[in-house]
């Protein structure tokens, strides 16, 4: 027992550490309990998707109703890494444009989009690009003769195949504002390519790789491509804009650079084409 005057004080300071104790006790189990809760964990990836592209061979290829090519395996490669399971289907590209660019269109993925910004408005664009893209002109040019068209201009009055829906590059699409040239568009490559064996057009607009292996397929030896092309530019896959397309856009970004960097994106395309694409 404690008398006298020390005795209030010493009393005072046992109440204080008392207190003190219990404080820290309630606060070892509160502490406890946030170093055992989880961080905030990352947006869960769906697990089915649905991805668009129209017929552009040997990008995207129907085989007997299924569809197959370059990018579709690539994009499945990349959807089977993340746990996702991946559909493809194809629909005319001014169509697939349309879907996009409507508020409740019935699109939510596509590939392989070129980067604008009207497209980024409404659409999530990753960072890592599909394919790059190569637009050239093709013309004929018979075994051992002179070519008579070797540049955009030498082409003034004359007729060039498109495929509907293409991304024309400046040149051509100022000098057909102009009247210099005028432009056919046809639904496909390989019409686009018959057109010119039979004389019907001057030269074909097309993505270099595609016109390469168009004309491997349909066995045409008097046609070849110029060069330079008229222009190059990066494809991407994308999704329409909403909370989860962000997540979505970054998880494949990740698996499209490892895909570069372990030799599958090489691989692949070395199926399709016999040699790597334009970027390797």
């Known amino acids: 027992m404690i008398k006298g005057a020390y005795a209030p004080v010493i009393s005072g300071v046992k109440t204080v550490l008392s207190c003190a104790a219990l404080a820290a006790g309630m606060a070892v189990p509160?502490?406890?309990?946030?170093?055992?809760?989880?961080?905030?964990?990352?947006?869960a990836l769906p697990a089915?998707?649905?991805?668009?592209?129209?017929?552009?061979v040997p990008y995207v290829m129907l085989n007997q109703g299924h569809i197959e090519g370059l990018n579709v395996d690539i994009l499945r490669e990349a959807a089977t890494r993340l746990g996702i399971s991946i559909e493809f289907r194809v629909m005319?590209?001014?169509?697939?444009?349309?879907?996009?660019?409507?508020?409740?269109?019935?699109v939510d993925c596509a590939f392989a989009m070129s980067r604008t910004?009207?497209?980024?408005?409404?659409?999530?664009?990753?960072?890592?690009?599909?394919?790059?893209?190569?637009?050239?002109?093709?013309?004929?040019?018979?075994?051992?003769?002179?070519?008579s068209v070797t540049k955009l201009d030498d082409l003034a009055g004359k007729v060039i195949g498109v495929r509907a829906g293409f991304r024309l590059p400046d040149?051509?699409?100022?000098?057909?504002?102009?009247?210099?040239?005028t432009l056919a568009e046809v639904p496909s490559?390989?019409?686009?390519?018959?057109?010119?064996?039979?004389?019907?057009?001057?030269?074909?607009?097309?993505d270099s790789s595609v016109g390469l292996y168009t004309l491997k397929q349909l066995k045409l030896a008097d046609i070849r491509r110029l060069v330079p092309p008229l222009t190059r530019f990066d494809t991407?896959?994308?999704?329409?804009?909403?909370?989860?397309?962000?997540?979505?856009?970054?998880a494949f970004d990740r698996e499209l650079k490892r895909?570069?960097?372990?030799?599958?994106?090489?691989?692949?395309s070395a199926a399709y084409l016999g040699v790597p694409t334009l970027e390797q």
């Open 30 to 43: 509160a502490m406890a309990k946030m170093a055992a809760a989880p961080a905030s964990a990352p947006e």
């Open 48 to 56: 089915r998707l649905v991805c668009h592209d129209d017929i552009f």
């Open 92 to 106: 005319p590209w001014r169509r697939l444009e349309n879907e996009l660019a409507k508020p409740q269109g019935s």
């Open 117 to 147: 910004p009207q497209r980024e408005q409404y659409l999530e664009f990753g960072k890592a690009p599909l394919q790059p893209t190569e637009y050239a002109l093709f013309v004929r040019q018979p075994e051992g003769m002179t070519a």
């Open 171 to 181: 040149a051509i699409a100022a000098g057909a504002a102009q009247g210099r040239w």
């Open 189 to 206: 490559d390989t019409a686009n390519f018959q057109k010119l064996a039979l004389r019907r057009v001057d030269a074909v607009l097309a």
């Open 236 to 250: 991407y896959l994308v999704f329409r804009k909403n909370a989860a397309s962000p997540a979505l856009a970054a």
């Open 259 to 268: 895909m570069r960097q372990d030799g599958t994106f090489a691989r692949i």
